[in-house]
């Protein structure tokens, strides 16, 4: 009896997905379209509560928070209304257990012309640092999202090398995400400076891209509609992983998922779920890119979307 119950403990214990290198995040999900639109509601979605607490009660540990804190700044400041919005989402998912990544998204003209508005991203940590100095642990920071451009791995080290003493002053334990250039590509992280212990490395994973984006409005040209994963694709995306691993460093998957507008739930979920089972198989965190918006989970009544449940959450 003993025997078969510790059995038991082993089998789950191996079942669970793995927090490598200490980093809390295992299974995440993108509070995507709320925060980083020109304001909140203009691409659709206004973040709910519930949906905070549906997606704590769903499996999920982390929600990204994508912020376009670049929206709105004057004088020198951080627009108060947003932060003051930032601030009640990141305490309700806190409050419902979660952690919250926070994350820099959509500053483009950073990346456009970083010598002009490197004093900006500059700024914009030290407010955001002093502000949220003394909050839970379960909030990490994510310096900036997608850099490309002129915004390529070594300017962007660079610009860390800025923010990370002004951070670390006030925040010596909490997790700080990086990532490398060209969109956040899994291939700049080999090229990306190693930091502290309490540094995560992200990427994001769209590939192929032609089938993860069909039907985006944004991309152009726009990718025609095509059919599902083959077997060799699949294996394509098996070995990306494999690769990555070989890095030996906190990974997160920052981004990964299918847009819903053309593909299938059934292809989507597919896609999704070789791709996340090929992460957790090499212990990398992942981080659905969608919600209840663009690249969503769950319909406009908040139910899951047939598949993509099991998807992400299953075995
Ligand atoms: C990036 C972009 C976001 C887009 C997503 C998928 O995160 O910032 O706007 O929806 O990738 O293309």
């Not at 509070?31 to 009660?57: K, Q, V």
């Not at 709105?72 to 919005?85: D, H, K, M, V, W």
């Not at 990370?164 to 700049?188: C, F, K, M, N, Q």
């Not at 540094?199 to 990718?223: D, E, R």
């Amino acid at each position: 009896m003993r025997y078969k119950f510790k059995m038991w403990v082993v089998v789950i214990f191996c079942l669970l997905p793995m927090a490598a290198f200490g980093f809390p995040v295992a299974r995440c999900v993108n509070l995507a379209n709320g925060l980083e639109a020109p304001f909140e509601g203009a691409w659709g979605y206004t973040i709910r509560d519930e949906d905070i607490h549906a997606i704590a009660r769903d499996g999920f540990d982390t929600i990204r928070l994508p912020v376009a804190f670049s929206n709105g700044y004057t004088s020198g400041q951080i627009n108060p209304l947003l932060l003051a919005r930032t601030d009640h989402v990141i305490r309700t998912a806190l409050d419902a257990g979660l952690n919250v990544i926070l994350d820099l998204h959509h500053f483009r003209t950073l990346s456009q012309d970083p010598d002009r508005m490197s004093p900006m991203f500059v700024e914009i940590w030290r407010q955001l640092g002093a502000h949220y100095a003394g909050w839970p642990d379960g909030l990490m920071f994510e310096l900036i999202n997608e850099a490309h451009a002129k915004l390529n791995t070594r300017t962007a080290d660079a610009l860390f090398d800025k923010v990370y003493p002004i951070l670390r002053a006030r925040h010596p334990d909490r997790w700080i995400i990086v990532s490398g250039g060209e969109y956040s590509h899994r291939t700049t992280l080999s090229r990306l400076k190693r930091r502290d212990i309490r540094t995560a490395y992200s990427f994001h994973y769209y590939t192929p891209f032609p089938f993860t984006h069909q039907g985006a409005s944004w991309v152009t040209p726009k990718p025609p509609e095509r059919g599902p994963l083959s077997g060799a694709e699949v294996v394509e995306i098996q070995g990306h992983f494999a690769d990555l691993a070989r890095l030996d460093i906190p990974l997160l998957m920052g981004e990964f998922g299918v847009y819903h507008d053309k593909v299938s739930s059934e292809d989507r979920a597919l896609w999704m779920g070789v791709t996340r089972r090929a992460a957790e198989r090499f212990g990398i965190a992942w981080c659905h890119w969608g919600y209840r918006s663009g690249f969503r989970l769950v319909d406009p009544s908040g139910v899951w979307l047939p598949g993509l449940r099991e998807a992400l959450m299953d075995g």
